[in-house]
């Protein structure tokens, strides 16, 4: 059924549905050449629709039968145009029996019911569903399942679906049953089943209202020994939402299952949430502390839905960041509480920051760019962004920031109670915060609805006679598709005054007292004093990033060196630093775009010497200080992005710093050596960081000591960390022993598929790997492109995390981009789509390298048989 035309979706074009659905009975005969789905629906028709008739959307499938209210329609009782199957004439009350036939074996985009390693699994956000069964396929219907699962005993021990297990039993032909009900309406994307060959780790959990739920980790035979940090994480997210926002779990058990094959990280379904096994499985042998971190962070993330995506779900997919920036800034909230620590939060700050600009800063200033709220769009895989969803993030962030943590609390209380139960929109949630706080949040609508990346210029003014400080602001926001002119948004900036000690001081603004204000930028330009300031200070403004704008701000490097050294802000402190580094790494690119010199300052070395030696600092923090700006973000600082320059220069500075402070790097790698069992814990992550990032200066500027360093700690470790770490400062170092550590590491973990995909990226990532290198990697025997982890770890790693080789002169590498786009979009479209954003903004570049991406991007589009995610992508990067 599926058709290759395009259509544009508009937000104001919402229609509420003809008809509601109540139930939905679901039969599944399992069989990957042949499954059956029996789908039995009561319906009514919808009071607040003005539309006619039923229609149910459809795809990939063979309808076999239709019945309404009990009789057999024939063909001229329906139609079937394109997606859609139409049913005129119907009365107000409908029972819909439809029977319909699909090949999950054959499925290779990974949507609907599909097959991996022999067993069935279902991905159906956001419009899978309409794969498995006729129905009406949008958010905003909900309604109670009931299902029933078939298969072979044998073949499919474990029969898993939504809510609550009713019964089971034995068919008598070798085939078994199970009766599962949800007893709460949902969606359909966030039906799930699962039929498979399992193993769980189960614990019974008390809840806080005194109810034991059963919570399971279904995992492949053979992976039960990496489950028990995905299941503490899973009680741990459970006590903190109802400790945090008195949010409880609904259902009598909760079960998380890994699969390899998986489009995204994790999916929510209501109670069976299906995770990609990288965000599951975890041992101190397979498992970096970033694994670690992104398994507690996903599995929290997916049971935060559980309220706030699932109770509380979106009107339509406009509305998408309506769950999911909520809910990524709740997985952020928990991490951050998960460390403890003002230091541990502030790092956990920090990384979101530098996600924020080399992520979705680029994607605000390119041809994909939309609002927070898209207003159009023509395939909806393509909006699962990092602006829906981190900037999203920030946007909450912002509502707490200006209402406080206890006003964020009753906001969160007021859109429970309101709206439990519905289908609503990103109005219906500023309402619900502006309606509880008794906050007028009308123009802060902007966020939301506006795209691009506002600009905040800063100009301070010192009056030391009336002992004032007067700092205006202004804000400005570039055009975006669309969007030529940009509405004043509604900045929350955070400030605080550095005296020449070093120390805060004590505001007086606005009658406020503290170290911090939080100043409201509603207007294109205000002014806004500080009394009492006894001498000029230095501003630290927008702490802990308030606000996901660019500040600009004239400073000097004595002003950035005081607030590197002092400010009590660490994220400002990072951000200092970060300043710092850009300023010279962007010299220094430029230099040699034109055929300058490179030199580097003693003041930056210096700089960045005393936040490595100082003990008073948490590790954690001063690995975060002492990385260097990615060539990403410094590409975003230039007018025109030369990749080769961009790297060369940042592989000067780090060699500059690891031959510099040899002797501070070493000796720091000793101080913070982690003896005695491995723990992810945050201290004793934050002190391998520390070490490793050492390892890898020295490896920059690699001398005979630090190569046996690397060496010595490959042999000897006793964690993924760091063997990881110490093979890539083997590769960057280009020492004679990689090639040997590279076998090594494959031949001892080629069965644990996570690490392979490991051992794919590090070399995809390598600066000596070219395209001639990629093809070659790609016909080793654990290559499979059809698998997304694997197709990331190398072809993603490769194009989109190794710049100076991807962007070779020869226009090698968009040749190669385009056959894998090509490639995927056979057989999998949003992971295909996915890749094809690697080129999206190709007219940044140097003339030299535009030609052959235009090409390449010419190429992909002049494809007739082009799936929709992708002709979306590569038609915006061509337009004007």
């Not at 959307?57 to 394109?82: C, P, Q, S, T």
């Not at 039960?224 to 058990?253: C, H, P, V």
């Not at 600009?357 to 393509?382: C, K, L, Y």
Request: glycine share 6%; charged share 25%; net charge negative.
């Amino acid at each position: 059924m599926r058709t290759d035309t395009s259509q544009t979706i508009y937000r104001n074009d919402y229609t509420p549905p003809s008809y509601l659905v109540e139930t939905v009975e679901l039969g599944f005969d399992l069989d990957p050449a042949r499954t059956i789905v029996a789908n039995r629906m009561t319906m009514r028709r919808n009071p607040g629709s003005k539309r006619a008739g039923i229609e149910l959307h459809g795809e990939n499938i063979e309808l076999v039968a239709l019945r309404m209210n009990g009789k057999l329609l024939g063909k001229r009782d329906y139609r079937i145009d394109g997606r859609l199957l139409r049913i005129p004439n119907t009365p107000d009350d409908v029972t819909l029996e439809i029977e319909t036939l699909t090949a999950p074996e054959k499925n290779t985009t990974l949507s609907g019911l599909y097959v991996s390693n022999g067993n069935f699994f279902t991905q159906c956000e956001a419009e899978g569903f309409r794969s498995i069964t006729f129905f009406p396929d949008r958010p905003d219907v909900m309604a109670k399942f009931t299902v029933m699962l078939r298969a072979d005993k044998e073949k499919y021990p474990v029969l898993l679906s939504n809510g609550n297990l009713v019964e089971e039993g034995e068919l008598g032909d070798g085939r078994h049953f199970a009766l599962w009900e949800d007893p709460f309406k949902k969606p359909s994307y966030l039906f799930a089943l699962v039929a498979a060959r399992l193993v769980c780790q189960e614990e019974r959990f008390r809840l806080k209202d005194g109810r034991d739920a059963l919570l399971q980790v279904w995992v492949e035979e053979g992976n039960l020994d990496k489950t028990d940090y995905a299941m503490q994480s899973l009680k741990n997210s459970i006590r903190w939402d109802e400790e945090r926002f008195g949010l409880e779990l609904d259902l009598d058990r909760f079960m998380i299952v890994a699969v390899g094959d998986f489009n995204m990280g994790a999916m929510e379904n209501k109670g069976l949430n299906i995770f990609n096994t990288k965000f599951v499985l975890a041992n101190p042998r397979v498992a970096t502390d970033v694994d670690y971190a992104g398994i507690e962070a996903v599995v929290g993330h997916e049971y935060f839905h559980n309220w706030t995506g699932n109770r509380v779900t979106c009107r339509d997919w406009f509305q998408l960041s309506l769950k999911e920036g909520l809910t990524v800034f709740r997985d952020q909230e928990f991490s951050a509480d998960m460390i403890g620590t003002d230091s541990g939060r502030a790092v956990t700050r920090i990384d979101q920051v530098r996600t924020l600009r080399q992520a979705q800063f680029p994607e605000d200033a390119g041809p994909m760019a939309h609002p927070v709220r898209p207003d159009s769009f023509v395939e909806i895989n393509n909006f699962y962004t990092v602006t829906v969803y981190e900037k999203g993030a920030e946007v909450v962030r912002m509502i707490q920031t200006l209402v406080g943590r206890e006003g964020f609390r009753k906001g969160m209380d007021l859109y429970f109670e309101r709206h439990d139960g519905q289908a609503v929109t990103c109005d219906d949630f500023r309402a619900a915060m502006a309606d509880a706080n008794g906050r007028d949040l009308n123009q802060f609508e902007r966020w939301y609805s506006q795209a691009g990346t506002p600009v905040v210029g800063a100009v301070g003014r010192y009056d030391a006679e009336a002992k004032t400080f007067d700092l205006t602001l202004s804000q400005s926001c570039p055009p975006t598709p669309g969007q030529t002119d940009k509405l004043p948004f509604h900045i929350p900036v955070a400030v605080g005054l550095l005296g020449a000690d070093g120390n805060d001081m004590q505001l007086g603004q606005g009658g406020l007292k503290g170290a911090t204000a939080v100043l409201e930028l509603t207007e294109q330009s205000q002014t806004f004093s500080f009394t009492g300031v006894l001498e000029a200070p230095t501003p630290s403004m927008l702490r802990d990033f308030s606000a996901p704008v660019v500040l600009e701000y004239a400073y000097t490097d004595d002003e950035l060196l005081h607030l590197f050294s002092h400010d009590s802000d660490p994220v400002n402190r990072w951000e200092a630093g970060q300043r710092l580094a850009m300023a010279r790494l962007s010299r220094l690119a430029g230099a040699l775009a034109n055929g300058g010199k490179l030199d580097l300052d003693d003041t930056f070395i210096d700089a960045m010497r005393k936040i490595l030696v100082d003990a008073t600092l948490d590790p954690a923090f001063r690995e975060q200080a002492l990385l260097l700006p990615s060539e990403t973000m410094i590409a975003e600082k230039m007018g025109v992005v030369n990749p080769q320059a961009i790297h060369a220069a940042r592989q000067f500075v780090r060699a500059c710093i690891g031959a510099c402070l040899r002797a501070e790097l070493t000796s720091q790698y000793h101080a913070n050596l982690t003896p005695g069992q491995y723990s992810p814990d945050a201290l004793s992550a934050g002190r391998r960081g520390l070490k490793n990032l050492a390892l890898s200066y020295l490896a920059a500027a690699p001398d005979a000591d630090g190569v046996n360093l690397a060496q010595a700690q490959f042999d000897g470790a006793d964690n993924m960390t760091d063997r990881v770490a110490a093979l890539v400062a083997l590769i960057q170092a280009r020492a004679d022993a990689a090639p040997a550590a590279l076998h090594d590491f494959y031949q001892d973990f080629k069965n644990e598929a996570l690490v392979i995909d490991k051992w794919f990226s590090m070399q995809a990532a390598a600066p000596d790997t070219d395209v001639k290198a990629v093809r070659a990697l790609m016909q080793h025997s654990a290559f499979n492109l059809k698998n997304p982890n694997r197709a990331r770890s190398l072809v993603f790693s490769f194009c989109g995390g190794n710049p100076a080789q991807f962007h070779a002169i020869d226009g090698s590498g968009y040749a190669f981009w385009a056959e894998q786009v090509i490639a995927l979009d056979a057989i999998n479209p949003q992971v295909a789509s996915r890749l094809a954003r690697s080129m999206d903004r190709w007219r940044r570049y140097a003339p030299a390298l535009q030609l052959n991406m235009k090409k390449a991007l010419q190429q992909v589009a002049s494809l007739k048989k082009l799936s929709n995610d992708v002709r979306e992508v590569v038609s915006k990067a061509l337009a004007n």
